[in-house]
């Protein structure tokens, strides 16, 4: 059984005038996590886990990462976002993506409104981490946020 024990939380934008996927990759080198080979995992938190500051990962290594992503074409503004919070019994991670950052900001707390109401749990400190890019004329973009799980 994995049981991440500590987690941090990075973010990037990416610019391309070749492709989405260059764009993605871009901004998984702005984030510090392009060298990884990330596995993408739902949204439980280990109730022991603590926030750190971003640590050192070999290049190659297998991380576990709950993102947030989006991607846009010329002119259009977008936003990926995170919140998360530790609740009585587990955490807990939302993601969430938009034409903007209110728009993200203003979907991650209905979001976690409505965990909190449906599972009963009731949230501490609820944290928020949002990257919005407007898109340059002829050029793909994307942004992501990600929790990285460390184990």
Known sequence: MLVPKRYFVTDGAGLSKVSPLNAFDQALRDAGIAHLNLVPVTSILPRSAIEVEREDIPPGAITFVIMAKAEGESGQRIAAGLAWAMGDRHGYVIECHGNGENEVRRKLSSMMGE??????????????????????????????????LLL
């Not at 599972?119 to 946020?145: H, N, Q, W």
């Open 115 to 148: 965990v909190e109401r449906r599972s009963g749990m009731r949230f501490e400190g609820i944290k928020t981490r949002v990257r919005e890019l407007k898109v340059p004329d002829g050029a793909y973009g994307c942004v992501i946020v990600a929790l990285v």
